[in-house]
């Protein structure tokens, strides 16, 4: 079984997501993420999010959640992580949206051990050590995987490699987006 694509969902999540941030400065790509979430029809969404990232492309894969009936989790490393988390999706957001799930967890080696069958997952190389953890640790769905690296533009700088952070996974795709000033680097796994 393998991913498939839904134009007409991907758009809905696109059109919501412009809605959704429209009080945001910076809407970070939120809208591509959003629709490549929605439009592979992810059953589970997984993102990691540090203090003080921007919380734009949380905001979408929420509205994406939403429109692919997927569960929305949300990795933080403390508690203040996720009070500030949950508090800018809830105050930023120009729609009302459901909250997704948070684990707290130090060391999301361990968090990631939890979740099983990860469809999409979203990690900002800003913050390589968490990263790094999260994709080594994840274990992606039967239907293969989408995984999108932020922030990994400066990879000879930034040390990103997809060979090293998913080491044994087949990758299947590899496509960078020149998107923001940031690129997007997309993986479709196996």
């Known amino acids: 079984m393998k991913?498939?694509?839904?134009?007409?969902?991907?758009?809905?999540?696109?059109?919501?997501?412009?809605?959704?941030c429209e009080n945001l400065e910076t809407p970070d790509a939120a809208e591509l993420i959003a629709a490549m979430a929605?439009?592979?029809?992810?059953?589970?969404?997984?993102?990691t999010w540090s203090y003080g990232d921007a919380i734009a492309s949380s905001i979408g894969l929420n509205?994406?959640?939403?429109?692919?009936?997927?569960?929305?989790?949300?990795?933080?490393?403390?508690s203040r992580t996720e009070s500030a988390y949950l508090q800018a999706i809830q105050e930023l957001s120009s729609?009302?949206?459901?909250?997704?799930?948070?684990?707290?967890?130090?060391?999301?080696?361990?968090?990631?051990?939890?979740?099983?069958?990860?469809?999409?997952?979203?990690?900002?190389?800003?913050?390589?050590?968490?990263?790094?953890?999260?994709?080594r640790s994840?274990?992606?769905?039967?239907?293969?995987?989408v995984v999108v690296c932020r922030n990994g533009y400066s990879r000879s700088s930034?040390?990103?490699?997809w060979r090293r952070a998913l080491r044994s996974r087949e990758v299947v795709r590899t496509v960078t987006?020149?998107?923001?000033?940031d690129r997007q680097h997309v993986n479709g796994v196996n």
């Open 177 to 181: 987006l020149p998107v923001t000033g």
């Open 138 to 145: 994840a274990t992606f769905g039967s239907r293969g995987a």
């Open 95 to 135: 729609s009302p949206l459901n909250l997704p799930e948070t684990i707290i967890s130090e060391e999301p080696e361990n968090a990631m051990r939890e979740i099983q069958g990860i469809d999409f997952l979203v990690v900002d190389w800003r913050h390589k050590e968490l990263a790094a953890a999260a994709l």
């Open 38 to 47: 929605a439009g592979w029809n992810a059953k589970l969404i997984v993102e």
């Open 158 to 161: 930034s040390g990103f490699s």
């Open 3 to 20: 991913l498939v694509w839904s134009p007409e969902t991907a758009s809905k999540a696109y059109l919501d997501t412009v809605k959704s």
């Open 63 to 78: 509205v994406a959640s939403q429109h692919a009936n997927a569960r929305h989790i949300c990795i933080v490393q403390n």
